[in-house]
């Protein structure tokens, strides 16, 4: 029991960051070192290297983030809001197709945790998170098919 409390704190809390960590990339103030790291931290907080999830494909992903079959919400919710960032971050140094990338995959995961399913204190609806990236994408002129059917 308190090793699954402690483990929920943790990801809630790099899920924390990751958003604080988002509103400095919009607002021009957030160090690339630092970028990198929580990003790093996040996903290796959700079970997944960063630079992984950057390289496989948004089909391959939910195999990935539950291989049983069964997805853990807030681990999945953690990696989400990590390509999310990422997709964020590489928008604002005008890299498109990285971009693309993150977000898509990003809509993929949280869409696995459910149209409606918010798993960690204080954060949105996954579908709330599926519209941002769609505006998101929509901003850089491309919005694949699919998102946020689920």
């Known amino acids: 029991m308190f090793q699954r409390d402690y483990?929920?704190?943790?990801?809630?809390?790099?899920?924390?960051?990751?958003?604080?960590l988002r509103k400095a990339i919009f607002g021009g103030t957030a160090p690339a070192g630092e970028v990198e790291d929580t990003l790093r931290r996040a996903a290796s907080g959700a079970g997944m290297d960063i630079q992984l999830a950057r390289a496989v494909s948004a089909e391959a992903l939910p195999a990935m983030v539950a291989p049983t079959g069964e997805v853990e919400p807030a681990r999945c919710w953690v990696?989400?809001?990590?390509?999310?960032?990422d997709g964020v971050y590489q928008l604002e140094l005008g890299?498109?197709?990285p971009a693309r990338s993150s977000l898509a995959k990003a809509a993929v995961l949280f869409d696995l945790v459910g149209p409606g399913g918010a798993f960690l204190t204080g954060f949105p609806e996954a579908r709330v998170r599926i519209a941002e990236i769609e505006g998101l994408l929509a901003e850089i002129g491309e919005?694949?098919?699919?998102?946020?059917?689920g």
Not at 7 to 20: K, N, T, V
Not at 143 to 149: N, T
């Open 7 to 20: 483990i929920l704190r943790m990801i809630e809390e790099l899920g924390a960051a990751l958003i604080a």
């Open 79 to 85: 990696l989400a809001e990590a390509l999310m960032t």
């Open 143 to 149: 919005l694949p098919g699919g998102i946020g059917d």
């Open 95 to 97: 890299k498109h197709d």
